[in-house]
């Protein structure tokens, strides 16, 4: 099974909709990181987590709100979809005061028409 | 801020061929650099790392050394596979918060 499984993996939602993206893993990681990808621009952070009480923003957090359910989920909401958030969504984790080594999800790939 | 930037692509090679991805980097304090490979469909994989200068990462055969003084990590591979091809991010982790910074990646396309 995988370490770092995200849910959906495909998702089509309208301008407006409310939409969250699902991350778990069983890695037993207390950091947690949800980055997008958009051709040619690399991975951009939105939101990261170093613990269940702990939440900061990133490069990238306007339009964007995450929860931290419990050490192993992290889910990443959209509060009303935008056509310019188009794009494929990672969840990463890393263990604390390691070497810095992100392990990640198989992406979402979201479309806002 | 920080930053990395890597060698636009797309890169196409034939089989056996020497690869180079240049990177070069901006950064405060001491950062961890990484390359990240990307296959199609797939989230990102590590796959090689070094955290300290002079470092050398390698795996796969692919290498890369952290070379502080010019503030680069380039990828090497001295004899490149079909099976390479997929995009490759490199990246680097500074400061407290220990987030990545990612180049733009590179389109690497090995030809049989």
């Known amino acids: 099974d995988a370490d770092v499984t995200q849910t959906p993996r495909n998702r089509i939602t309208k301008t407006g909709k409310r939409i969250m993206l699902e991350c778990s893993q069983t890695?037993?990681?207390?950091?947690m990181y949800w980055y997008r990808q958009d051709p040619g621009l690399g991975l951009r952070l939105i939101y990261y987590s170093f613990d269940v009480k702990d939440i900061n923003k990133g490069e990238i957090s306007d339009g964007y709100s995450v929860s931290r359910q419990a050490q192993a989920k992290f889910s990443l909401s959209l509060e009303s979809a935008i056509p310019n958030q188009t794009a494929l969504y990672f969840c990463?984790?890393?263990?604390?005061?390691?070497?810095?080594?992100?392990?990640f999800g198989p992406g979402t790939r979201l479309t806002v028409l | 801020g920080d930053s990395v930037t890597q060698m636009e692509g797309p890169v196409t090679l034939s089989e056996e061929a020497c690869l180079t991805i240049?990177?070069?980097?901006?950064?405060?304090?001491?950062?961890?650099l990484f390359w990240y490979v990307q296959y199609p469909g797939e989230g990102l994989q590590l796959l090689l790392k070094?955290?300290?200068?002079?470092d050398k990462g390698s795996n796969k055969g692919f290498e890369a050394t952290y070379r502080k003084e010019t503030t680069s990590f380039h990828l090497e591979k001295g004899s490149v596979q079909v099976s390479d091809s997929a995009v490759y991010f490199c990246?680097?982790?500074?400061?407290?918060?220990?987030?990545?910074?990612f180049g733009s990646g590179t389109q690497l396309t090995v030809l049989p």
């Open positions: 990246a680097l982790t500074s400061g407290s918060a220990r987030q990545l910074t």
């Open positions: 240049n990177c070069t980097y901006t950064a405060t304090g001491y950062p961890s």
């Open positions: 890695k037993g990681h207390d950091r």
């Open positions: 990463a984790t890393s263990p604390t005061g390691g070497t810095d080594t992100q392990y």
């Open positions: 070094a955290t300290k200068a002079d």
